[in-house]
């Protein structure tokens, strides 16, 4: 029997380029859809996507990480564990920078958010409150209408194409008028 409330978890390992991001995007908003979490999936996604990307520019040697989707009593935690052991830093407020707001932005979409050493190098994770969509009872749907007979078009009335009687000039003779119908 399934029941909303039993923790739900996702490990995926992968290599953190570029062209793997936009995929791995693409799977996180299907289990948080399957968990019936869809209020969260933008920030989440966005969340996952900026650790991702400082997986793949700050850490030295490969880029191969683990990301894992944690739901539980409530909360959604995502994390992303690299074999590089420098922990990232919050940098201050830099509004024209190109670089450097990852962390602040993930620190502004999540509820808490947070660094760890491991013994093969750090975990970098957010959380988010998040609570399932109620599933809605399914109902048929009306049936569509029938034609049953063909419908009927009036046929259209036909139109005098003799030249105007108006016009004055020979070369006007061929002028048809088909208001005067």
């Known amino acids: ?17 570029p062209a793997r991001i936009p995929q791995v995007r693409r799977i996180v908003a299907a289990h948080l859809r399957h968990w019936r979490l869809e209020s ?14 400082n ?33 990232p830093r919050l940098q201050g407020p ?7 707001r990852g962390l602040a932005l993930v620190a502004h979409l999540s509820d808490s958010w947070g660094t760890q050493n491991t013994p093969g190098g ?26 049953t007979a063909a419908a009927s078009v009036p046929a259209l ?9 108006r016009a004055e000039r020979a070369e006007l003779a061929d002028v048809r008028c088909l208001s005067d119908v």
């Open 122 to 147: 750090k975990v970098v994770w957010f959380t988010l409150t998040a609570q399932p969509q109620e599933l809605r009872p399914l109902r048929p749907l009306p049936p569509r209408p029938v034609l």
């Open 1 to 17: 029997m399934f029941t909303i409330d039993s923790p739900r978890q996702y490990t995926l390992g992968l290599d953190a380029t």
């Open 157 to 165: 009335p036909r139109f005098d194409t003799r030249p105007h009687p």
């Open 94 to 100: 830099q509004p024209f920078a190109e670089r450097g």
């Open 55 to 87: 997986v793949h520019r700050h850490t030295q040697g490969d880029h191969d990480c683990v990301l894992e989707l944690r739901w539980a009593r409530g909360q959604l935690t995502a994390s992303v564990a690299d074999g590089d052991p420098r922990l």
């Open 40 to 53: 969260i999936i933008q920030p989440v996604s966005l969340g996952v996507t900026e650790l991702l990307t």
